[in-house]
Nanobody, 120 residues
Framework: QVQLVESGGGLVQPGGSLRLSCAASGRIFSINTMGWYRQAPGKQREFVAR???????NYADSVKGRFTISRDNAKNTVSLQMNSLKPEDTAVYYCNAVVRGWTGRVDDYWGQGTQVTVSS
């Protein structure tokens, strides 16, 4: 079993910054991708950013230039630096990891979510 624990959410004013972190632990052989998704009230969960084990990154168009994802493969952690936050960034943010276990099986894991609220 694999656990993802997130931290760093909170309330911030428009234009402010927050940093989210996620740590993976458990029966991990390797992690293919780690990333972030978000879900606003009344909306479907949407992709925000991801980082592959090879170091490439992808971002949703809505956050490009404002959010930066970083990953520490040795520690199985991923962070999301969010700058120039807007009210429309308000959502529950979920960490995601695609993990290969010691049996060779690949599974998708999710954190419990952390609330980000952007409001004056």
């Amino acid at each position: 079993q694999v656990q993802l624990v997130e931290s760093g959410g909170g309330l911030v004013q428009p234009g402010g910054s927050l940093r989210l972190s996620c740590a993976a632990s458990g029966r991990i052989f390797s992690i293919n991708t780690m990333g972030w998704y978000r879900q606003a009230p009344g909306k479907q969960r949407e992709f925000v950013a991801r980082s592959t084990s090879g170091g490439s990154t992808n971002y949703a168009d809505s956050v490009k230039g404002r959010f930066t994802i970083s990953r520490d493969n040795a520690k199985n952690t991923v962070s999301l630096q969010m700058n120039s936050l807007k009210p429309e960034d308000t959502a529950v943010y979920y960490c995601n990891a695609v993990v290969r276990g010691w049996t060779g099986r690949v599974d998708d894991y999710w954190g419990q979510g952390t609330q980000v609220t952007v409001s004056s």
